[in-house]
């Protein structure tokens, strides 16, 4: 069932004191510049709490409150994109709306979630946004049974998973009135700085738009398969030549097997090229770090090819071929990124033209994990979290509420998914919406 969704209010929400005059350009980095500007969303969803006495108008308030008092922190957010390599911070603030959900509750959603609704929760659609339009926006959904959805969407221009966790994080901890509210450190632009030769790369990820195709989005299917404690430590015991494996490596081999092999049986060729993309975060795996709350986009893609057919073991060696692009970003990987060399940028070049080309079939995973379940407004933690974007090919990774298991949101063409879920062991292993 469909939910319907009615818009209640709109408003714009401006940071509480205004940005400082020496603060008023913030510069994109390296990384940033590499981004297509496209929107990319989380939704947070939260019971009424068992004891409260606040009303839809108190809480109304304190989020508005507390979201205008975090974007003084959070400044860029609230100004405007002035072209490729700056943001003018210029206090022209964030979308923020209200909405209630009329035809079913709460648990509805999380309990038989219908993915291609969960969009209305959002509070604009997910595409390449331009100049004059904000860099953030957000959606307060109300059910009638007093739970909550929280839609934010960010810019990718601006902002990576990381980065809009902290957000996030940082709102949430205002909102309760916590002291240890996240303070954000804008440096990324100072140790990556902009760089003329990643034009090339925005404009191959623009042609691509990583997944989003005008002429294809429609047919494009997300699903969301579930990994429970008990399914992964069996697919970690199938990774038996390999030590003490992560529940990242082994879901994202196993996905990505069953990608392979679906293709190859589409096909009905075992020559054709495969890779995955996997983006890696790079805050911590500096040397030193980087500070805790460093905002922007510090991400990268590391690439693994699959040329042929491989051995009858083929998921260990696809275990082995992630843990070791994943272990190979590492204080020297940054380290060449700092001083400019430009392997990096050849390197994601070449395979974003081949996917262009259709010479090889790719597919891309993103681990947003630990990133969002921390997010209390004052009502408890979020009961669930979902990541409605609907690109092809490409995989988010989140975690169960327990912290034990994954969700997997893979997005293909509805003719891939199809032949996706045909292997008994996809739909044995895990639990599909």
């Known amino acids: 069932m469909m939910m319907e969704v009615e818009i209640i209010t709109r408003d714009t929400i401006k940071p509480s004191s205004p940005t400082p005059p020496h603060l008023k350009t ?70 923020y709306l209200e909405a209630k959900v009329t035809n079913c509750t709460l648990l509805d959603v999380i309990t038989n979630p219908n993915i291609p609704s969960l969009k209305q929760l959002l509070p604009c659609e997910l595409h390449i946004h331009d100049l004059e339009s904000p860099l953030l926006l957000v959606q307060v959904n109300r059910f009638q049974c007093g739970g909550i959805a929280i839609g934010v969407c960010i810019s990718h221009k601006v902002a990576d998973a990381s980065a809009l966790g902290m957000f996030v994080n940082g709102w949430s901890c205002t ?41 294809k989005d429609n047919k494009i299917v997300t699903k969301r398969f579930v990994f429970n404690a008990t399914d992964i430590a069996r697919l970690r015991d199938k990774a038996r030549n390999i030590e003490s494996p992560t529940r990242i490596e082994v879901v994202s081999a196993f996905i990505w097997k069953r990608f392979v092999d679906s293709n190859r049986s589409k096909s009905r060729s075992t020559s054709k090229p495969y890779s995955v993309f996997h983006a890696m975060n790079l805050r911590k795996r500096r040397a030193p770090p980087l500070a805790e709350h460093g905002f922007g986009n510090m991400s990268v893609l590391v690439i693994e090819s699959l040329e042929t057919e491989d051995d009858e073991d083929e998921y260990c060696s696809l275990v082995g071929k992630i843990r070791s692009a994943i272990r190979g970003v590492d204080g020297e990987f940054v380290k060449k990124l700092e001083s400019g060399d430009e392997w990096y940028l050849k390197h994601i070049k070449a395979g974003l033209i081949e996917q262009g080309k259709g010479e090889r079939e790719q597919i891309s995973f993103t681990s947003w994990c630990w990133l969002f379940y921390d997010a209390d407004f004052g009502w408890g933690r979020p009961v669930w979290v979902s990541p409605p974007m609907y690109f092809r090919n490409v995989v988010i990774l989140m975690d169960t509420r327990d912290g034990e298991g994954i969700e997997a949101w893979v997005s293909l063409l509805d003719e891939d998914i199809v032949e996706f879920e045909s292997d008994p062991d996809t739909l044995c292993t895990s639990i599909c919406f």
């Open 26 to 95: 913030y510069n994109l980095s390296y990384f940033d510049q590499t981004m297509s500007p496209f929107l990319f969303p989380i939704i947070l969803y939260y019971t009424k709490p068992e004891t409260s006495t606040s009303t839809t108008t108190s809480s109304s308030t304190c989020l508005k409150r507390s979201l205008s008092k975090c974007l003084t922190k959070f400044y860029p957010l609230a100004g405007r994109l002035k072209d490729d390599v700056s943001v003018d911070c210029n206090d022209a603030g964030v979308d």
């Open 175 to 215: 909102a309760r009135g916590d002291c240890e509210t996240v303070a954000p450190h804008f440096e990324l632009a100072t140790l990556f700085p902009w760089r003329d030769d990643t034009n090339d790369i925005e404009q191959e990820s623009q042609a691509t738009k990583w997944g989003y195709d005008h002429e």
